[in-house]
């Protein structure tokens, strides 16, 4: 018995494939700025538009230079910072390599502290002030004073990256942006509760697709370009 001619032209075996974004998406690489400068009590931060602005400490202008070798050799279609100056300094390494520029998205800007910005949120943090506790039980960053709130940092972070992706389709559009930022789009994507909300490190890569109104986390916390 023969097999019918529909079936004729089946292949014996069917190979893994590896995964490729749909047309028309956007791969977006999240960068998460490298280490900054640290707070020291009574020398506030300057403000860059009410939010502290440190420089990269050494460590992180090291990071600096392992996320441009990374990147070097990748595909990279489009570069956006947003206004503080860690996130320019992050990649200002990659973009002396290769000639290239970025644009600033002040929307993908770190969360709004309030009456903590500065500096002195490290400064709770670290002494265990109430507010900040509760904070990270919650995941909410607007039980700091005066702060954005996770779902309003969160909104802000989703219509940006939906503004990139009608620019960019069928392009990766690296975004160099900040901890909290990387959190809630994360966050969005995955439905998980604000508590589990932290954990990007400096310098780690994350992947986010976005095709119309599909999202996917793709990778999460790489820093595998940060090891020797």
């Not at 791969?27 to 420089?55: I, K, N, T, Y």
């Not at 589990?196 to 976005?210: L, P, Q």
């Amino acid at each position: 018995m023969t097999a019918p001619e529909s079936l004729s032209n089946v292949p014996a075996s069917h190979r893994q494939l590896p995964y490729t974004p749909p047309p028309g998406a956007t791969e977006f690489v999240l960068v998460r700025h490298g280490a900054s400068a640290a707070f020291v009590p009574g020398q506030p931060f300057p403000l860059c538009e009410g939010h502290g602005d440190p420089e990269l400490d050494p460590s992180g202008v090291l990071q600096a230079q392992r996320v441009a070798d990374r990147l070097v050799d990748e595909r990279v279609d489009a570069i956006y910072v947003t206004p503080l100056r860690r996130t320019a300094q992050t990649i200002a390494p990659f973009l002396e390599r290769t000639g290239r520029t970025a644009s600033v998205i002040r929307d993908l800007r770190e969360v709004f502290l309030g009456e903590w910005e500065g500096g002195q949120f490290r400064e709770h943090v670290a002494a265990g002030h109430p507010l900040a506790l509760e904070m990270f039980r919650t995941g909410d960053w607007g039980h700091v004073p005066g702060a954005e709130t996770s779902d309003q940092l969160q909104a802000r972070c989703i219509a940006a990256l939906q503004e990139l992706h009608a620019l960019h389709p069928d392009e990766r559009a690296v975004c160099v942006v900040h901890g909290g930022v990387i959190g809630q789009i994360c966050r969005f994507i995955t439905g998980a509760a604000m508590s589990y909300a932290w954990g990007a490190e400096n310098a780690s890569m994350h992947t986010v697709v976005v095709s119309g109104d599909v999202w996917r986390l793709h990778r999460f916390n790489d820093t595998s370009h940060l090891t020797d």
